[in-house]
């Protein structure tokens, strides 16, 4: 046995990566073995995200990576460098939530929640590509995600009633745009 | 997704409101889907589980595993670990040992070190660990370790495990530890005089939960107390926490064991983390207090995490008559509780409260072995050792009805206990409370015949026809199940205690563990509640906060509710064994009127009346002579509950505000009105019904919920691949708190009875090598295999509980397997193939359809 409280001494080689995230710029040293998800909980404290496996099978690590999503887990951070991230934590304002996070709420797709925030950034992207989806496209476009206890019927759900949100603010937002267009006229 | 809001009169005495506004003007929030209190902090990322935290300082463990499933440690060499620049500390088994105890076990001749010394038993089992300065480090310090071992047989076979010719534990002398023969009736005449006996042979393959949040553990050892303060996701943590002070060798009280309101999922299978709890505390406590955090990582979980769960053998037996009429039951099973038999031993016992299913059956056998072989030990998992018991069952009744060509649900129903028979006293001693089991049954196959028979429909025949010319078989089968509901904690030691012993047993002796839960009103007028369990997404916050704001007549956002560790905490069974719809919902109501009195007797106090001259209304106490002066101020503002304490103080009213100011004010020496804490006692502590289950521990498990299933599956008979076209299902679990809550343990349960029956398998090679340590391996349900659910609710209250509320929470689990297990015999029917395995995987089923193919042609 041996005790000897130390800091890291081994010198480990860092490289420098800029990014976005959350629409704020980041520029921070990582080692090239650092894995996305660690730099985003760790070093970043946006623990919205979740390790569940670490080997790109349950989804709980989903983040939104230049538009598209990624499992955190599968890539290093050099590999983020100057990519544009958005995380569950940039989804609304502090304290408030998101049309698919209210969703999810009221629709009681979660439970224990551990998978709440990849199954919010894939429906996100869901209906970014398919607004108002069949349960087919439910199905394709979250079956990248894990969640052990809602059985995913109310997943189904809270993404329709995701959908009719998003549409609405849709709408209200393209009649406010033709008001503004009539106005400046 | 369709979901129908049916709620079909199935027994029930009472409806329930969904939608508020029951009885006067006050909204109730009881019984209404209201929404979740935790959603918001999950939701915007705020929840801290235990993997989020991370103390300043704080320094990281890693664990050195055996990849051998059985061998000798000879040597063990850390020299280049310690030498490692980087490395904070290294412990191997015998340094552990020198310091600390074993980790006590499920039976009291085992004691297993929280490191291995000397021998390994499973692959993946713990041999050395490191602390460093973070994870990554870690890691490459346990490169730095090499341990020589001399590899023995391994042991894989439960049933061959039996025979002793390699033992797992020497000193013990014998792999099969603990195992009882009951006998309930006359079983050999019941066998000797039926017309027809059935036997089979079955399995029930190596499954458990695997809650998407692996184990974690933040240890900090405090040399001023000379104590322990461990942030951790162990399941039960007042219950359990023996396995972590007695291993550290401290009093209860010095090692604090603090679960996070959020936890993600459980399923019974954190209870057994205490080794990495003691692991973490252990190097915290060399390192003179500086915090040490553990998480475990998949793979470590999956391999060797202390997390699978049952896996059973099983020979049954079944006779009955020509008419139909079931006379005896013999069960015989072997459960391989892998290396050690940790804490769940008593998963092998439970059964006995669901003995005969929903079948009136007299005459039973129930038989069982513990059997050690190399593998990870089991934990705990959703249903207790329940799901493979009623699975078998179903098989047995399938064939008999088979044998005799009957109907199948008309041979179930002919032997169902009926309504009349509420009551009704198991052989086994446990009492199902009330229900209308043939009523449930019918009402779901008339449900399918009429949706899905008919054209069009996934059953119509002429559909049916037509998949099987394209090689698919189509079938469903309705069965009935119950869900043994809120444990009793005396009858859990049985195979700990002399069992000759037992039948001598008074009934004083029987010692129960009530729910506790705490109340305070803050001077601001809101309530805080304090649980003493901990949870992991089943809402109990939710559930607590609805009750207060009915009993004190409060609104819901006035109450907070919050949990206490395992030193604050009195010793509790805790959230399990389907207990806290109904314990927790009997402590609010008792927490509740206790407020209430003690308001009221301060408010009588005050105003220097009798307590007859008040009443409790509204979130506040009025004095119902109208209010006479005396030295309250005089004029007549009918201030309402809540606001700040001063000013708002009327004659003829207090608010709960009000009150718990008056209560704090001026150093009043009585204890204090406004706070209060409520036992809720275990229901069948005080019905002579249970008298014999409980002085002779027996499981005692005093509700009965119960669900109607009827799965609609095909089967592809080229590649043996299952789908479940829909999921009908019809549950009764008395009342309901939150209907939406309740819907939500019925998804997830059925969708991990899905994986248990068709997917999910922990399985070893003969060397002992696991086969399933990533989830490409061990398969979880997803949303594209988990079906269609259509499900319907009956309310039938407890009539043994204070809030008539039924156990819930493992009910599709335990359920949905033995059900799924049905409807596949029912689709392979023609093709004379019959489930006696599961998983029912696409390959093994293929091979029974070949095989049946062979025989047939
Ligand atoms: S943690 Fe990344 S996919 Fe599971
Ligand atoms: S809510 Fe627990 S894993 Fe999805």
């Not at chain 2, 009750?547 to 949990?563: F, G, N, Q, R, T």
Request: one cysteine or more.
């Amino acid at each position: 046995m041996s005790t000897d409280a130390t800091d890291p001494s081994t010198e480990q080689p860092t490289r420098e990566i800029s990014l976005t995230i959350n629409g704020e710029d980041v520029v921070a040293d990582v080692e090239p073995r650092l894995k996305l998800s660690d730099f985003l909980r760790d070093r970043r404290g946006l623990y919205g995200l979740r390790i569940g496996c670490e080997h790109g099978v349950c989804g709980a690590c989903t983040v939104s990576m230049d538009d598209r999503i990624v499992k955190s887990c599968l890539v290093y951070a050099v590999q983020a460098d100057r990519s544009d991230l958005v995380t569950v934590e940039g989804l609304a304002d502090e304290g408030d939530l998101h049309p698919i996070q209210r969703a999810y709420h009221e629709d009681h797709a979660l439970q224990c929640g551990f998978c709440t925030s990849g199954f919010v950034m894939a429906t996100r992207e869901l209906l970014a590509e398919t607004p108002d989806p069949s349960d087919e496209a439910i199905e394709k476009g979250l079956a990248d995600n894990i969640c052990r206890c809602t059985g995913y019927q109310n997943i189904y759900k809270a993404v329709r009633r995701a959908a009719d949100y998003t549409q609405a603010r849709a709408d209200e937002e393209g009649r406010m745009g033709e008001r503004d267009q009539e106005d400046d006229a | 997704m369709s979901e129908t809001g049916i709620r079909p009169d199935v027994g029930t005495e009472t409806g329930t409101e969904t939608d508020g506004e029951v009885g006067g003007d006050r909204e109730q929030f009881t019984g209404t889907d209201f929404e979740r209190v935790e959603d918001h902090r999950i939701l915007t990322g705020r929840a801290e589980y235990v993997h989020d935290i991370t103390p300043e300082n704080c320094r990281h463990m890693a664990l050195l595993r055996s990849m051998h499933a059985h061998a000798e440690i000879e040597s063990i060499d850390t020299s280049a670990a310690d030498e490692h620049p980087d490395c904070d500390l290294v412990l191997t088994g015998e340094d552990v040992a020198e310091q600390y105890y074993p980790m006590p076990c499920g039976l009291a001749a085992f004691e297993e070190p929280p490191l291995a010394v000397e021998k390994v038993r499973y692959a993946g089992e713990p041999v050395a660990l490191i602390v460093a300065s973070d994870r990554y480090v870690a890691e490459d310090v346990l490169e730095g370790i090499s341990v020589s071992y001399e590899t023995l047989d391994a042991v894989t076979d439960p049933v061959a495990a039996r025979e002793n010719e390699t033992l797992i534990h020497e000193s013990v002398g014998t792999n099969v530890p603990d195992g009882e023969r009951f006998d309930f009736g006359d079983v050999e005449d019941a066998f000797e005089d039926a017309d027809h006996v059935v036997e089979g042979e079955y399995s029930w393959g190596r499954i458990s939960g695997v809650p998407l949040e692996t184990a974690g553990v933040v240890a900090t050892y405090d040399p001023k107390r000379d104590a322990f303060d461990i942030d951790c996701n162990i399941q039960l943590h007042t219950l359990v926490d023996d396995t972590v002070y007695e291993t550290l060798g401290y009093p209860p009280e010095k090692v604090s064991l603090n679960v996070p309101p959020d936890v993600g999922g459980s399923f019974g299978t954190k209870i057994a983390i205490h080794r990495y709890c003691c692991l973490a505390a252990m190097a915290s406590q060399q390192l003179e207090g500086i915090p040490v955090k553990f998480v475990e990582d998949r793979l470590e979980n999956l391999q060797g995490g202390d997390m699978h769960s049952t896996q059973r053998e099983y020979r049954v037996r079944l006779a009955f008559d020509d008419d139909g009429s079931v006379h005896g039951l013999d069960t015989w099973f072997v459960d391989d509780f892998g290396a050690w038999p940790r804490y769940p031993v008593n998963q092998a016992l439970k059964p006995l409260s669901v003995l005969t299913g929903a079948y009136d059956i007299e005459d039973v056998r129930y038989d069982y072995e513990i059997a050690l072989t190399n593998k990870t030990s089991q934990t705990a998992y959703r249903g207790f050792g329940v799901p493979p018991h009623l699975y078998v069952l179903e098989m047995a009744m399938d064939k008999a009805a088979r044998t005799l060509d009957m109907d199948p649900t008309e041979f179930r129903l002919l032997n169902m206990i009926g309504p009349e028979q509420m009551p009704y006293r198991l052989p086994s001693h446990n009492v199902y409370d009330s229900g209308d089991f043939p009523a449930a049954l019918e009402y779901i196959r008339d449900h399918v015949e009429d949706e899905e028979r008919a054209e069009g429909g996934l059953l119509d025949p002429a559909v049916v026809e037509e998949k099987r010319e394209e090689g698919k078989y189509r079938g469903v089968s309705c069965t009935l199940h119950i869900e043994p509901g809120v444990s009793g904690s005396d009858w859990t030691d049985r195979q700990r205690s002399d069992r000759d012993a037992l039948e001598a047993r008074e009934r004083e002796e029987v010692d129960e563990l009530p729910e506790h839960l705490r109340g305070e009103i803050s001077r601001d007028g809101t309530v805080r509640a304090l649980l003493a369990t901990d949870s992991s997404g089943q809402g109990h916050q939710t559930i607590v906060t609805q009750m207060l704001a009915d009993e004190l007549e409060v609104l819901p956002s006035e109450i907070e509710v919050e949990y206490l560790d395992s030193v604050a905490a009195p010793t509790e069974y805790g959230s399990a064994a389907s207990r806290m719809a109904v314990m927790v919902s009997g402590a609010a109501t008792g927490l509740g009127e206790q407020l209430r009195e003690n308001c009221c007797e301060l408010a009588a106090e005050t105003w220097g009346v009798g307590r007859d001259a008040v009443t409790y209304r509204e979130g506040g106490v009025e004095r119902l002579d109208g209010g006479s002066g005396g030295d309250a101020n005089s004029d007549d503002d009918d201030s309402g509950n809540g606001g700040g304490g001063d000013g708002d103080e009327s004659d003829d009213r207090l608010s709960l505000a009000d009150l718990a100011d008056l209560d704090t004010a001026g150093g009043r020496a009585h204890e204090r009105f406004t706070r209060a804490s409520y036992d809720y006692e275990h229901p069948a502590t005080a019905l002579e019904e249970f008298d014999e289950a409980l002085t002779g521990k027996f499981p005692v498990y005093p509700t009965a919920a119960f669900a109607a299933n009827a799965p609609i599956i095909e089967v592809d008979a080229a590649t043996g691949e299952v789908e479940i076209l829909k999921f009908y299902s019809l549950r009764d679990c008395g009342t309901q708190l939150n209907p939406t809550i309740v819907e939500g343990q019925a998804h997830g349960g059925i969708a991990q009875g899905v994986g248990a029956a068709l997917l999910e398998e922990f399985d070893y090679t003969d060397s002992g090598q696991p086969q399933a340590v990533t989830l490409f391996d061990y398969l979880l349900p997803s949303i594209d295999t988990v079906p269609e659910m259509d499900i319907h609710h009956s309310e039938t209250p407890s009539p043994f509980t204070e809030t008539g509320a039924k156990g819930t929470g493992e009910g599709g689990m335990i359920d949905a397997p033995a059900s799924i297990a049905s409807s596949l015999n029912a689709a392979l029917a023609p093709l004379g193939v019959h489930v006696d395995r599961i998983p029912a995987t696409a390959n093994r089923l293929r091979n029974r359809i070949r095989d049946a193919e062979a025989e047939n042609s």
